[in-house]
DNA sequence: TATGAATGAGTCTTCATTCAT
DNA sequence: CATGAATGAAGACTCATTCAT
């Protein structure tokens, strides 16, 4: 059953949602059909575990995140929450399609969801002086998309643009989550190139 | 032929491009399924014709707001761009499973989303000064993708999520389009409450 | 009307009755599709009526052939016949396929098809002494069949096949419709190398 | 799967093949529409294969003709040639629609159809002393040729045309493949009437 | 319980035919 | 009467799902 739903993950990722077919999961994971629906009674449920499952461990990953968050400067949580979905690609891209397609997710999914953006809400609570829980809660879901937005770009065939592009989200992140980042720019950077500056050089005095 | 195309966009926005039929299509235009294939050879085609029918509607709108651009504030860019796809709703919500969908999208489409990207790119060198040609657009294509989170928001059921990420991402963009904001920032709102600043009050300054 | 029916002849002739549409059909006349069906109800009766057409023609040749038949030699009818199929091409592909797809053609079809085989009934009882005329009917139906895969021949793609498979052919039905011809073959091809003998070389002693 | 091939086969031989829906080859079989496509992709395929199918059966019927070749008389032969399509009408009739409206058929069809005429060439270059082996290849055309005639007789409502046609499509064949078959017949019917000559009148010197 | 062949509802697409202009 | 856009029934084909083995 583990190989079904990695088998799913896959071709989810690759083809979409509808272009999959029920047949193809199951030989992808070197299963009969018969097996797939022993486990799952129709494709709609498979999807919906299979985002329980990703759901799951994106959460995992953002509690490991949280765990060592007191530890981390700004630039190195924004790079630890770049890594989970750079290190969960396929997942990604799965549930993408999948939530995309899927009308109605299983509360259990939802919770997950809740999970990962409280989680994400208390980091940012311990990071960032002053913050109201509401706020908190809002930044999260900005950063989730950032997060998004950056590991969407695996499908960017140019190298040049991707790695452009990256180190240009990681910079908006910086700024995003840094108190006073720019005072401390105009320091670091004061020749004013404004060439895709990194994070560490605006930001490494924010240390917590 | 006006009426299928709306009716197209309101549909692949609802359900996504796999999960629509062509006589559901044809349905929502009150038209038979002939007349919609009198248009269009197929449905991949008419996914086409939309996205490049959208395509323009969008850069049209970007034109616009090119045009007007060297008058505007930070803020005003802001919201001139978040208001593009605020109007164009649905275009932008049939797009996304268009692009998803379409393995390869006409000549004529990827020519609009590049021409909708330079003129952006062309905004932001215009805005902020000693920006390089090739940092600009890196800037674009993030910008346009904080356009699209905050354009998906429009499918937040609670009103008030809704508006405090339309806030915070107004914030987000300002703050990352404005040269110095912080500095203003840290002026205008020293009480520290971090609630959802808004744009105007951190950039008042920033006058062009 | 009469372009019509001539577009309608060569594309039937080309790609066969089901695979011919009727805005084809049209296209090729340079008439709009309205014009077809105000002379032609619907495609059956195109069909029909264009069976006819072509009958007709066949038999205006048959009658020709008739009249000139008394002053003919065998091999000068065999090619004569030869000949008709050969001017009417298009015209035999067509009835092909019509014949093929019409359940049921019409009378006057029938009746020009009857006159046809009468024709040429009349022709061999002139042409062979003490002939029956009911053998003469059915020696009708099979030179009418050996002039059909005669014609079909020019479907062939290699040459040198298809000028054997005629002059074989030009020489079966020489053959058929001598009397003696063997003796007389036997005298005129002596060496007995067998290689596709003319008709002539056969029969030119059968004059009548 | 036999089933749905001896179906397909019926039906194509009574209607041709595209007025032949796939539904009403499986309803014929007894079968769903699923079945039929479980076992062939599409129409197309299902025709290639049938055509193999008749090919393979046709190519067997040639062989055990030509296996007993060397033992018959000339009417023998005929008489077996006329047999196998007499025994294959359906498939003859099938194959006939099929050749017509499919493009390009399978290179395992084409060398079956090779073989036939191969075999049919060998019989015949025992048969006639001194043949060349070119016009042993074009006379097996023709025969070939006679022998669908021959076969779609069995179209013909009339018993009396239908016999008569058969016997005198026989009585060509025979002269057609006999060495001096008319100084013999000269000798047979002297009596000139004419009458549709049975083969072996003609022929039953030739013995082999 | 495991398997995968069988099933048929549902999709895209075509095209003969009609009829408003 | 002439036109050609509009119509929708019908056909090829797919695939989620079932169930006999």
Chains 1, 2, 3, 4 share one sequence.
């Not at 908190?136 to 790695?163: C, F, G, Y």
Request: proline residues 4%.
């Amino acid at each position: 059953m583990a190989a079904l739903l990695e088998a799913a993950i896959k071709v989810f990722a690759e083809k979409g949602y509808d272009a999959v077919t029920m047949t193809e999961i199951a030989a992808r994971a070197g299963a009969p059909i018969g097996s797939l629906y022993q486990f799952f009674p129709n494709k709609e449920t498979l999807a919906d575990v299979l985002l329980v499952r990703i759901s799951e461990r994106m959460d995992e990953a953002f509690r490991e995140i949280e765990e060592r968050s007191p530890a981390l400067t700004v630039p190195e949580l924004v790079d630890a929450l770049l890594g989970v979905l750079e290190q969960l690609q396929d997942e990604r891209a799965a549930a993408a399609t999948l939530i995309e397609s899927l009308q109605e997710t299983s509360t259990r999914a939802a919770e997950l969801r809740l999970s990962r953006r409280r989680r994400l809400s208390r980091i940012l609570l311990g990071l960032i002086e002053g913050l109201s829980q509401a706020r908190a809660e809002t930044m999260s879901l900005v950063v989730i998309q950032l997060m998004k937005i950056a590991a969407a770009q695996s499908a960017e065939p140019d190298p040049t643009v991707r790695q452009g592009m990256l180190r240009e989200l990681r910079y908006l992140m910086c700024l995003y989550l840094n108190e006073k980042p720019l005072r401390t720019r105009s320091v670091d950077t004061p020749e004013g190139s404004l060439e895709s500056p990194g994070c560490d050089e605006i930001t490494d005095t924010s240390k917590r």
